[in-house]
């Protein structure tokens, strides 16, 4: 059930018959899939590729005896279970438990920040400046570090925002080549100019 990464092909599955077992099989694809766009939980139906890709994977599971078949609420899950009931004979069974939630890796996130010598280094070196010494420290290093967690959250979801908007619109390849050319552009510019600089000094 992995998320927001690029269209992978259809894995070799169900090769080797088992007479009890658990098989997994991820969704088809999605338009958001194609471009590379990170589709959470919202309703994404399956494009062609992945209606073809959950028919191929219901001609697999054919024959195989399987007593129930289980997937996730989610749209393209459903999609991709309907079709595969339809070959063997079953009705799928949703569990919410089989959604991506993304809570992991979120708190893996908050860990990882709050735990980087740099933003220790930040709130104990660049925040006690701003006290007032006439006040309490505590309560002033308190509001300054909520606010400082909080501009730096609304700016990190609105880059994440921007970077999955710009990746779409970059991915036909005169645009990259037209970001590549650019950037090689400004990188020149900046050496020369630092060299310039360099030689009047």
Not at 50 to 71: P, S, V
Not at 143 to 153: E, H, S, Y
Request: aromatic share 8%; with cysteine; proline share 6%.
């Amino acid at each position: 059930m992995a998320q927001g990464h690029g269209p992978r092909p259809l894995r070799p599955i169900l090769t080797e018959r088992s007479t009890s077992g658990i098989y997994l099989a991820r969704h088809g694809q999605t338009a958001y899939n194609l471009e590379g766009r990170f589709q959470g939980q919202q309703p994404v139906p399956l494009d062609d590729t992945g209606r073809e890709q959950a028919a191929e994977l219901a001609e697999r599971a054919a024959g195989y005896g399987f007593a129930t078949l289980w997937c996730s609420p989610l749209l393209r899950a459903q999609e991709t279970a309907a079709v595969v009931a339809a070959r063997i004979g079953l009705t799928p069974r949703e569990d919410a438990r089989l959604m991506e939630t993304g809570r992991a890796r979120f708190a893996r996130g908050i860990l990882v920040a709050l735990s980087n010598p740099k933003t220790i280094v930040f709130f104990t070196a660049f925040l006690p400046q701003f006290l007032d010494p006439k006040l309490p420290a505590g309560p002033q290093l308190v509001v300054m570090c909520v606010v400082t967690v909080i501009l730096a959250g609304v700016s990190d979801c609105a880059w994440a925002v921007a970077a999955g908007m710009g990746r779409a619109w970059f991915m036909k390849p005169k645009r990259v080549k037209l970001l590549g050319r650019l950037s090689g552009t400004v990188l020149i510019g900046g050496g020369l100019w630092l060299s310039l600089a360099r030689r009047s000094s």
